[in-house]
């Protein structure tokens, strides 16, 4: 199994960003894909996450800038961020997650996003 991240970079405040995902490896159409990030000396947090029902969550600093999608067909999730802010800066990892009698967790490399003017 593997968690590619891309689309991060250097944005000024108010900008916009397009994180994807790739998984492969195996079917994740039934899991929970979420984007967590983790800035200098800060605790990984969830930044958005998304059921396989394709229910929506969003950490309360995020909402109504970022938008999580996802696309099981290409086992693709995406995270669009708009109205970037500094505090927004950090490496964000995608992660893939489901839990019962077929459980896993897994963990993409991370993309740094830092948004400077």
């Known amino acids: 199994v593997q968690l590619q991240a891309f689309g991060g970079g250097l944005v000024q405040p108010g900008g916009s960003l397009r994180l994807s995902c790739a998984a492969s490896?195996?079917?994740?159409?039934?899991?929970?894909m979420g984007w967590y990030r983790q800035a200098p000396g800060k605790q990984r947090e969830l930044a958005a996450d998304?059921?396989?029902?394709?229910?929506?969550k969003y950490a309360d600093s995020v909402k109504g800038r970022f938008t999580i999608s996802r696309d099981n067909a290409k086992n693709m999730v995406y995270l669009q961020m708009n109205s970037l802010k500094f505090e927004d800066t950090a490496v964000y990892y995608c992660n893939v997650k489901r839990r019962g009698l077929i459980s896993y967790d897994y963990w993409g490399q991370g993309t740094q996003v830092t948004v400077s003017s």
């Open positions: 490896g195996r079917s994740f159409s039934a899991s929970t």
């Open positions: 998304i059921t396989s029902g394709g229910t929506a």
